[in-house]
């Protein structure tokens, strides 16, 4: 008997080149039927606009959700914000739950601000069918460094010297890790301490309790796998957009972006080999993670074909261009959050209006962005609930 043919076109696939308008078809690959050629035609794809990002600290996140922020903005999308107005978390370091998140009347579109993963929540309030899941890990030493300096976490502990010491404080805690964990000092306690062991683990939902168990931190990263649909790597910062413009069918100019809350290189500590090997053997777990899912990326990568890297070509030459259009040369610095100081950007004079509103909110923290998605949001709702139409048969 002869074999069935399946002569169903394949699912549809982003549109590789941005120089094709949204009204263009993507054309398939030919069909061979009975020795004969068949075009085939596939509809366009459909922009991704219900996403998920969950947000890990020090890693290029806030890149990520800035770049999520405006493409969200341009098309008028709901925003998940926190329940209370003075808060810029889904009250991280807990686990996410309904109640953090401010009701506007209808599900949101966007998730972008920090918060703990907490499937079945997050899962009710971004369906997985409609929605796209998305999250941001970094190389471990490079990570557990920045968190560890940034935070200032050996002040955290009893006995471990931070001031006129000739051994950097991250070093003197990596040589026995075990024992300073269990002499937090309680009264200089911070939510940033739950970072102190496999924070992309933490973050993505394991607790701390389950981190020395071996199966269970393989079998959540398995879990974790089948939860998100893209785990971008700081490392590998424009490939990882690029996959994820490939894969949610957007253009070139939704990723552009500069880099925020970058350290000053003063406040980097270059570590050592031993420093290195001690970091990974103490978050194991994050490295297991993290090489998982450099393995997925790169996988993923080759599955785009050519294509990817024309994109990615691309991507960098328009990149170079806005920067070179919007930012001031020279060495500048903000204060996105008490007591913090990053590197930052000054425009450049004599920009177009357009032009200013692109670049202005291109360097915008999230923190601001937070505050303007709440104050758009409410004014839509009210406009909703007052709005009166006489006759709504003529809109």
Avoid at 108 to 118: E, G, K, Q, T
Avoid at 241 to 248: A, D, N, V
Avoid at 280 to 305: C, H, P, S, V
Avoid at 347 to 353: H, P, R, T
Wanted: net charge positive; hydrophobic share 35%.
């Amino acid at each position: 008997m002869d074999a069935l043919i399946d002569d169903t076109p394949p699912p549809c696939k982003p549109v590789n080149r941005d120089l094709n308008d949204d009204l263009l078809q993507a054309k398939a690959r030919d069909y061979t039927i009975d020795d004969q050629a068949v075009d085939v035609l596939l509809p366009i794809c459909k922009p991704v606009n219900n996403i998920l990002f969950l947000k890990t600290h020090k890693t290029g996140s806030s890149t990520v959700t800035n770049i999520l922020n405006r493409y969200g903005d341009s098309r008028d999308l709901m925003f998940a914000v926190p329940s209370v107005r003075v808060t810029y978390s889904f009250f991280w370091p807990r686990l996410f739950q309904l109640r953090f998140a401010q009701a506007f009347g209808r599900s949101p579109n966007i998730l972008c601000n920090h918060a703990r993963y907490n499937k079945v929540p997050m899962n009710w309030l971004f369906p997985k069918e409609t929605t796209r899941y998305i999250t941001m890990l970094r190389e471990p030493t490079q990570h557990f460094e920045s968190v560890f300096n940034f935070f200032h976490l050996g002040k955290r502990f009893l006995a471990l010297p931070t001031h006129n010491v000739s051994t950097p404080p991250l070093e003197t805690f990596l040589q026995n890790a075990a024992s300073h964990l269990e002499h937090v000092d309680p009264k200089k306690t911070s939510s940033s301490i739950n970072l102190i062991r496999n924070p992309s683990l933490f973050e993505l939902g394991l607790d701390s309790k389950y981190h020395s168990n071996s199966t269970v931190v393989r079998n959540y990263i398995e879990f974790l796998q089948n939860e998100f649909d893209l785990v971008m790597l700081m490392e590998y910062f424009d490939e990882s957009l690029i996959l994820l413009k490939r894969r949610f069918c957007w253009k070139i100019h939704d990723i552009l972006y500069f880099k925020l809350n970058e350290r000053r290189e003063k406040d980097k500590q270059e570590l050592s080999a031993k420093a290195k090997e001690r970091i990974r053997e103490w978050n194991w777990g994050d490295a297991l993670l993290y090489d998982f899912f450099n393995q997925t990326l790169w996988k993923m990568i080759k599955e785009e074909g050519a294509g990817f890297f024309t994109d990615l070509a691309e991507f960098r030459k328009e990149l170079q261009s806005i920067k070179n259009s919007c930012l001031r040369e020279g060495n500048f610095l903000t204060k996105p959050y008490a007591g913090r100081l990053v590197q930052g950007y000054a425009l450049k004079a004599n920009l177009s209006k357009e032009l200013t509103g692109t670049c202005n909110k291109m360097i915008m923290n999230e923190i601001p962005y937070l505050d303007y998605h709440r104050e758009r949001m409410k004014k839509h709702l009210q406009n909703i609930m007052y709005h009166y139409v006489d006759r709504p048969d003529l809109l």
